[in-house]
């Protein structure tokens, strides 16, 4: 649970970051993000019956790498899509080891108002 939560955590802000073209901060909360990623898969191989470490992968790798290349080339469009992308994949991932309960969406107001999202230089 502890994992999810910075998960989602990172999720947030990485679209927050995004939104605001910083594109330095969002390349950190993706590698933060995966870092989680391959903790989960590290710590809990398998969870309640569901095999982690073959489904986290597979369904996020593919918009992970989405979001790389959006990030480099500095491209609003085709960040949102590929956020989106991620977002889908985090709930396929759900659904396949039955917390499809759990429904992740595009934050809707930003819960970090100690933190500026905006590029500062």
């Known amino acids: 649970g502890e994992l999810m939560a910075s998960t989602q955590m990172r999720h947030a802000k990485l679209f927050f970051a995004g939104q605001a073209q910083n594109w330095q901060l969002a390349d950190y909360e993706m590698d933060e993000l995966q ?58 991932c759900h659904e396949a080891s039955n917390f499809g309960f759990n429904v992740v969406q595009r934050p809707q107001t930003n819960p970090y108002t100690n933190q500026q999202f905006t590029p500062s230089r």
């Open 35 to 92: 870092e989680g990623f391959d903790d989960s898969v590290r710590l809990h191989p398998s969870h309640k019956g569901a095999n982690v470490a073959e489904l986290l992968p597979s369904l996020t790798a593919p918009a992970m790498v989405s979001l790389h290349e959006a990030i480099e080339a500095r491209d609003p469009a085709a960040f949102s899509q590929a956020f989106d992308a991620l977002t889908t994949a985090c709930n396929d």
